[in-house]
C-alpha cells in the first residue's frame, strides 16, 4: 500500500464523516466563510478542540484554505494590514484544529504598481507571521499583475521571502487548473516550479473549464475539461506531495479511487 495521501475540499460542518464517505485520507475545509473579514472559527460541533480530536481519532488530515480575499501583496493599507491580520487568524485556528497547513493565494498588485513592491510586501507578511503551521502559498489562474500567476513572479516572491526567517515554514501548493489556465506548461511545471521554490508540498488535482492560457479559474471533474488526463496523471506522478481535488463532490470517491491507482 502507498503511504500517498489523497482527497477532496469538503464542507467545514463535519469533515471527517465527509472524508468517510469519499475513503478520502485527507480533506481540506474553510474556517468560517471564504469572502468574509471575520475572524476565523471552526464551524464543527464542539469547535476546535472537537474536530483536532475527531480527526486524529480517524487518522484524517486536515488542510485549512484561507479566505479568498486575503492579499497581502497589495500596496493598499485598507488591504494588506487586515489580509495579514486575517492570515494570522487563520492560522492560529488552523493550529487549534490540527491542521498540517494553511493554503493561501498569492495575491495581486495593481498596474500602477511595481511588482517588486508585491515581492517585498510578501516578505514582510512571512516576517510577521506567527507560524504555528506552515502556509502553503498557491499558484493563481489570471491576473497580469498576480504574485503567483506566471513563473518568474513567483520567482520574484521566493527570491524576496528567501531572506526571511520564516522560510522554512512555506510552502507551494500546485494547482493544475490554476497552472493551465495561466499558460504554464504543464509537461514541465513540476520541475519549473520545484527548480525556484525548491519544493511542492501540495497539489490542487483540478480539470479546467476553459482552454490553456485562458486565465479564468473554474474548476470541472477530472476528464470533463480542457486538461489531458495524461498531463494529470504526469504532475501527480512526478511529486510525491499530498493530492486534494477541489472538483465537483459527486465525483470524489471515483477521482480518489483513479489517483490512487496512479
Not at 6 to 22: L, M, Y
Not at 139 to 150: H, Y
Not at 171 to 176: P, S, V
Not at 234 to 245: D, F, H, Q, Y
Request: net charge negative; with cysteine; aromatic share 4%.
Amino acid at each position: 500500500m502507498s503511504s500517498r495521501q489523497f482527497g477532496a475540499h469538503v464542507g467545514q460542518q463535519d469533515p471527517i464523516a465527509e472524508a468517510a464517505a469519499r475513503g478520502a485520507d485527507i480533506v481540506q475545509i474553510f474556517l468560517g466563510e471564504p469572502q468574509s473579514w471575520k475572524k476565523p472559527q471552526a464551524q464543527y460541533l464542539g469547535g476546535a478542540e472537537a474536530l483536532r480530536a475527531a480527526a486524529e481519532e480517524a487518522g484524517v488530515g486536515l488542510y485549512v484554505h484561507a479566505p479568498y480575499i486575503i492579499n497581502v501583496a497589495s500596496t493598499n493599507n485598507r488591504i494588506r494590514i487586515p489580509s495579514r491580520k486575517l492570515l494570522q487568524q487563520t492560522v492560529t485556528e488552523a493550529a487549534a484544529v490540527g491542521a498540517r497547513g494553511v493554503i493561501v493565494h498569492g495575491g495581486h498588485v495593481t498596474a500602477d504598481d511595481e511588482p517588486e513592491k508585491g515581492y517585498d510586501n510578501w516578505r514582510k507578511a512571512v516576517d510577521g507571521l506567527k507560524l504555528e503551521v506552515p502556509i502553503l502559498i498557491e499558484n493563481t489562474a489570471g491576473g497580469n499583475n498576480a504574485m503567483a500567476r506566471r513563473l518568474e513572479a513567483i520567482q520574484g516572491v521566493w527570491e524576496a521571502i528567501s531572506s526571511s526567517a520564516n522560510i522554512d515554514s512555506v510552502g507551494f501548493c500546485l494547482d493544475t487548473c490554476h497552472a493551465h489556465a495561466a499558460g504554464l506548461d504543464l509537461s514541465t511545471v513540476v520541475a519549473d516550479i520545484e527548480g525556484i521554490t525548491g519544493r511542492i508540498d501540495l497539489i490542487h488535482c483540478n480539470d479546467s473549464r476553459d482552454a490553456a492560457g485562458s486565465g479564468a479559474d473554474r474548476h470541472t471533474g477530472l476528464g470533463n475539461g480542457h486538461i489531458s488526463v495524461n498531463d494529470i496523471a504526469a504532475i501527480v506522478r512526478e511529486t510525491s506531495a499530498p493530492v486534494i481535488l477541489e472538483t465537483p463532490g459527486e465525483g470524489h470517491a471515483a477521482e480518489i479511487e483513479w489517483l490512487r491507482s496512479l
